[in-house]
């Protein structure tokens, strides 16, 4: 059973640009959760997702961001022209339907490098 | 507002030696704390958890003690080892479904 799998791991992107992460949640996992993470800060919560539905997005930025998890295919993290701020490491984690976010497991992050 | 937080970025100590790695907290409505460890490059892995009904929970070469009267908990790693070496995370959750993460405390072992 692969762990929570996100890629790219790293991923460079010009201001202006877009940027897309993918994250694919262990096998049976319906929630998924994503994570920002500045260098030497814990982790930010940014939204809750399961299968077609933004369950919480209170983390996320009012602008340029948006999350979806569609019926097949993974969960996208999409930052519309990023800027120098939005780089940081992003994580993704996933549970099972029974599961909170509290025993979710995590994937390795994509690191976002805007230049 | 409410916060998570650690008393020490970076401890270091020698391989062999107990570790103690210190978080503080404030939300009193938090039910349930966890402790992750973080390798470089790596995303957070679950350490171990504890409720707030316990005081304290022992897993392998760990324990976490929970001092409810002060808002304090606490990782404590026996018998060190160089593959210890991360940064470790508490967060609390529980209050807020969403746990709540700490900056994070480094831990380097010196072998």
């Known amino acids: 059973n692969a762990g929570v799998m996100q890629n790219p791991r790293h991923l460079v992107r010009r201001r202006g640009q877009e940027a897309r992460l993918r994250c694919s949640p262990m096998?049976?996992?319906?929630?998924v959760y994503w994570y920002r993470q500045l260098p030497e800060e814990g982790l930010k919560f940014m939204v809750y997702?399961?299968?077609?539905?933004?369950?919480?997005e209170s983390g996320m930025p009012k602008e340029r961001f948006s999350a979806e998890f569609p019926k097949e295919g993974p969960s996208i993290l999409r930052i519309q022209q990023v800027v120098r701020g939005d780089s940081a490491a992003y994580f993704c984690?996933?549970?099972?339907?029974?599961?909170?976010?509290?025993?979710?497991?995590f994937g390795q992050g994509t690191r976002l490098t805007v230049v | 507002g409410e916060s998570v937080g650690l008393h020490l970025p970076t401890l270091s100590v020698q391989e062999g030696d107990n570790s103690i790695i210190n978080c503080a907290y404030s939300?009193?409505?938090?039910?349930?704390f966890i402790w992750y460890k973080q390798e470089s490059g790596k995303g957070p892995q679950f350490i171990i958890d504890?409720?707030?009904?316990?005081d304290k929970r022992q897993g392998q070469r760990v324990t976490v003690l929970l001092n409810k009267t002060v808002k304090h908990l606490s990782l404590q790693i026996a018998a060190t080892q160089p593959g210890d070496s991360a940064v470790y995370f508490c967060?609390?959750?529980?209050?807020?479904?969403?746990?709540?993460f700490g900056r994070g405390t480094s831990l380097i072992v010196h072998p």
């Open positions: 504890i409720r707030s009904n316990m």
């Open positions: 096998k049976g996992h319906s929630h």
């Open positions: 967060a609390e959750g529980g209050g807020s479904y969403i746990p709540t």
């Open positions: 939300n009193s409505a938090s039910d349930y």
């Open positions: 997702l399961q299968k077609e539905n933004i369950i919480d």
């Open positions: 984690a996933s549970s099972p339907r029974d599961r909170g976010p509290t025993e979710a497991f």
